[in-house]
C-alpha cells in the first residue's frame, strides 16, 4: 500500500511540475520580454502549487515596476493558465475595491469571505496599486489608514482574527432595540416597525463569517436578539478556532514605487531617450532600492511583512517594443482580413514611425496600444473601402507604406498599379523638428560642447546627444551613473557642466551666449558646493552645511567657502574653453552631425574623439592602485629606520598577553 501511495503521490508532483513548466512556455509567449520575470515568479510559487501541504503561511511575491509593463496582466492569466480563475481576487489598494458590505467594506477578510478561497485552502490574492496604500505621509509621520488595516495581520502568517468590535456594534445595536421596545411597550406600532429587532443582511454577513456558522443568511436574519446574544457569548467563551485559516494563499504585492525610479527619470526624457539606455538603467535597480523607496511609505515592520521576494521590472527594450509593435499591427491586419478578406501587408517604414511616435520608454506600453490604435485603425478601414473596389479579395496582398513630408504624414495603399493616400498624425515627428535655423545651430554648438567635453574627460562617449527633442525646448546629454566619485572626476564633471556654455562663448563670441546654460550653472554650482562643502576636496576637511537642530555637529561658516566654489567654477569654465579649442576639429564634426541628424550615436562619437569602444565600467582603477601600493610598501624592501625600540603596536600586544 504504501507503494502505491508513494508511486501516486510521485505522479500527481510530476504532472504538477509539467503543468507549471507548460505554462511558464505559454506565459512568455503572451507576454513578451520578460522572461527571466516570468522564471523568477515560476520558482518562487513551485512549492505552493505542486506540493501546497508544506505550506505554513502565506508565499508572498512583490512585483515592482513602471506603469504599464504588465504586472498585473502576468498574475491574472497565471491565475487563469493554474486553473485558480474561480479561487483569484484582486484588491485594488487605493481604496477603490468594492468590499463585501456596508459595514465591512473597508476589509480584506471580508473580501475573501465572500471569494471562492475557502478557509484552509490555496488560492491567489492580488493586492495592486500598493504604492498607494502608504502609512507614512511624506514627512515620514503617520498617516491616516481606514481600510484593509487586517491586511497586515494576512501578510504575517495568514491567520485572520474576528472582528470583535463589529460583533460588539451589532450586539450593542440589538440591545439598544430590546431596551426601547420594553422602556415604551408596544402600543406605539409605527415606533415599534421602526424598531431594528433582528440582524440586517450585512449584519448577518458579519456573524456567519466571524463565528463561522453553517447556518443560511435567511435562518440567521430570523433569529431572535437572544439567539444572537447567545451564539455571541458561546463564541467569546469558547475561544476555539477564532482565527480564519488564509496561510496557503499566493498573495501577490504589485505596484509602482515612484522614489525607486525617481533618479533614473530625472537624468532622462521620458518622450525623447532611448528604449535600450533606460533599460539598462532600470535593470541596475536591486532589492536595496526598493526597502528604501518602501521606507518612505511604511513602517519597518510592515515592510519587514513583505518578505524578501522583491521582483523588479526594467522598462522595455527597444527589441521588446519592436515585438510588442509588431504583434499588435499583426493583430489589426488579421482582424481586417476576417472582417473584409482584404489582406495587408505592412512595410517596415510603417512600423519604423509607429516607434518614433508610441514609444515612451518611462510610460510603458498603454502609450503604444493608444497609439498605434490612432494610427491604424481608421486607416485600415478605410484603405480596405479603397481596396475592395479594386477588386481586392485576399489573394494579392495590399501593401502599405507610410511617407513623411515636411507639413504632414500619410499611409500609402498600393494594390496592383493603383495608390491611394490616407493621411495620419505623427505628431511627436512634428515636435521633434527643429526647423528654425539658429536655433538648431544653438543647441548643436551647446550640446556638442558638452558631448565632446565628456567623451575627452571620461574617456567614453555619452549615452545620447539629441536635439531633436519632442518633451522640452532645447536637447540633451545623457550620461553613465558612477558608484563613487573621485576628486578628480568631480572637477571634471563641472568641466563637462560648464562645456555648454563654453562651447557657445567660443563659437558665437562672449556678447551672443544665451539663458540656455542656466540649469547646467545650476547643476555645476552644487557639483562645486558639494567639493568644498561636503568632500572635502578643496582647502578645508569639515562638513560645512546648514545645521536643522542642535545635535547637527557641522562647521556653519557658508559665507567662507563662497570665494572657493567660485574659483573653481572660474578655472572648470577655463579649461572647458580650452579643451574645445584644442579639439576644434572634432568638436565642428559632433556640431555637423548634431545639426543635419538631430543626435550622434555613441559609437560615431567615439570614432569622431578616437576613444576606445569599450571603456569598460565607469569606476578608476582602484584595484590596480591598492596592488601598486601593496608592491611599494608592503611586499617591496621596507625603507631603513632608526631602531627607537618596539613600537606602540608591538608594546600594546605584550601588555595585552601580560594581562591575560
Not at 16 to 37: M, S
Not at 159 to 165: D, G, H, N
Not at 235 to 243: A, P, V
Not at 286 to 308: M, T
Request: proline residues 4%; charged residues 25%; hydrophobic residues 40%.
Amino acid at each position: 500500500m504504501s507503494n502505491d501511495i508513494h508511486s501516486g503521490l510521485h505522479a500527481a508532483l510530476s504532472e504538477r511540475t509539467r503543468h507549471l513548466q507548460a505554462v511558464a512556455q505559454a506565459l512568455k509567449t503572451e507576454l513578451f520580454g520578460i522572461d527571466d520575470i516570468i522564471d523568477r515568479v515560476i520558482d518562487s510559487l513551485r512549492a505552493w502549487y505542486v506540493l501546497p501541504q508544506l505550506i505554513g503561511r502565506p508565499v508572498i511575491v512583490c512585483l515592482w515596476g513602471l506603469t504599464g509593463t504588465g504586472k498585473t496582466q502576468l498574475v491574472r492569466r497565471l491565475a487563469q493558465h493554474l486553473g485558480f480563475y474561480d479561487r483569484f481576487i484582486e484588491v485594488q489598494m487605493d481604496g477603490f475595491s468594492h468590499g463585501s458590505g456596508y459595514g465591512s467594506r473597508g476589509s480584506i477578510s471580508a473580501m475573501l469571505a465572500e471569494s471562492g478561497i475557502d478557509e484552509g485552502t490555496p488560492g491567489v490574492l492580488v493586492l495592486d496599486e500598493f504604492q498607494r496604500f502608504r502609512t507614512l505621509d511624506g514627512n515620514g509621520h503617520d498617516a491616516k489608514v481606514e481600510r484593509y488595516q487586517d491586511v497586515w495581520a494576512l501578510l504575517s502568517d495568514g491567520r485572520l482574527p474576528p472582528a470583535l468590535s463589529m460583533l460588539g456594534e451589532i450586539e450593542s445595536s440589538l440591545a439598544q432595540a430590546e431596551y426601547e421596545q420594553d422602556r415604551d411597550g408596544p402600543a406605539d406600532k409605527k415606533k415599534a416597525k421602526k424598531r431594528k429587532l433582528h440582524l440586517a443582511p450585512w449584519e448577518a454577513q458579519e456573524v456567519k463569517r466571524c463565528l463561522k456558522l453553517p447556518d443560511t443568511l435567511l435562518q440567521i436574519m430570523a433569529w431572535k436578539p437572544a439567539e444572537v446574544h447567545a451564539r455571541l457569548r458561546a463564541f467569546r467563551d469558547s475561544q476555539q478556532s477564532w482565527e480564519t485559516d488564509y496561510s496557503k494563499l499566493l498573495v501577490f504585492v504589485s505596484g509602482n514605487l515612484d522614489e525607486m525610479y525617481a533618479e533614473t527619470a530625472r537624468r532622462v526624457e521620458d518622450c525623447d531617450t532611448d528604449a535600450d539606455i533606460f533599460h539598462a538603467l532600470t535593470r541596475k535597480l536591486s532589492l536595496i532600492d526598493v526597502k528604501k523607496a518602501l521606507a518612505e511609505r511604511f513602517k519597518p515592520e510592515q515592510i519587514a511583512r513583505l518578505g524578501n521576494n522583491h521582483v523588479i521590472y526594467p522598462s522595455f527594450s527597444r527589441a521588446t517594443y519592436v515585438q510588442l509593435i509588431l504583434s499588435i499591427c499583426d493583430r489589426y491586419v488579421e482582424d481586417i482580413h476576417q472582417t473584409s478578406g482584404v489582406r495587408f501587408m505592412l512595410e517596415s517604414s510603417v512600423y519604423e514611425q509607429i516607434y518614433a511616435n508610441a514609444v515612451f520608454p518611462a510610460q510603458g506600453t498603454r502609450p503604444l496600444f493608444s497609439s498605434i490604435h490612432a494610427i491604424l485603425s481608421a486607416t485600415l478601414v478605410n484603405a480596405a473601402l479603397w481596396a475592395l473596389e479594386q477588386g481586392a479579395g485576399g489573394g494579392e496582398p495590399v501593401r502599405l507604406s507610410l511617407e513623411t513630408a515636411a507639413d504632414k504624414s500619410c499611409i500609402v495603399a498600393r494594390y496592383r498599379k493603383a495608390h491611394r493616400r490616407f493621411a495620419v498624425s505623427l505628431e511627436l515627428n512634428q515636435l521633434k523638428k527643429r526647423s528654425n535655423e539658429d536655433f538648431r545651430a544653438l543647441f548643436a554648438v551647446h550640446e556638442a560642447g558638452h558631448g565632446v567635453a565628456y567623451g575627452l574627460l571620461f574617456g567614453r562617449a555619452p549615452q545620447e546627444i539629441k536635439i531633436n527633442v519632442a518633451s522640452f525646448e532645447g536637447g540633451y546629454n545623457s550620461y553613465e551613473q558612477r558608484k563613487a566619485w573621485s576628486r578628480q572626476n568631480l572637477r571634471d564633471r563641472i568641466c563637462v557642466s560648464l562645456a555648454g556654455r563654453a562651447a557657445e562663448q567660443l563659437v558665437f563670441g562672449p556678447q551672443a551666449c544665451t539663458s540656455g546654460a542656466s540649469q547646467d550653472f545650476r547643476q555645476a554650482t552644487a557639483y562645486a558646493a558639494q567639493y568644498v562643502r561636503h568632500f572635502a576636496f578643496g582647502t578645508r576637511l569639515s562638513r560645512t552645511d546648514v545645521a536643522n537642530d542642535a545635535e547637527d555637529n557641522l562647521n556653519t561658516d557658508l559665507e567662507a567657502t563662497n570665494p572657493e566654489i567660485e574659483a573653481l567654477l572660474a578655472q572648470e569654465h577655463a579649461r572647458a574653453l580650452a579643451l574645445l579649442e584644442a579639439h576644434t576639429p572634432a568638436f565642428m564634426a559632433v556640431v555637423d552631425a548634431l545639426v543635419h541628424e538631430g543626435s550622434v550615436a555613441p559609437a560615431q562619437l567615439a570614432e569622431m574623439l578616437d576613444l576606445p569602444g569599450d571603456a569598460g565600467d565607469s569606476t578608476d582603477a582602484y584595484a590596480a592602485l591598492l596592488a601598486t601600493f601593496k608592491a611599494r610598501r608592503v611586499d617591496g624592501p621596507a625603507p631603513a629606520e632608526p631602531d627607537a625600540g618596539p613600537g606602540a603596536a608591538t608594546r600594546a600586544a605584550r601588555l595585552l598577553r601580560a594581562m591575560a
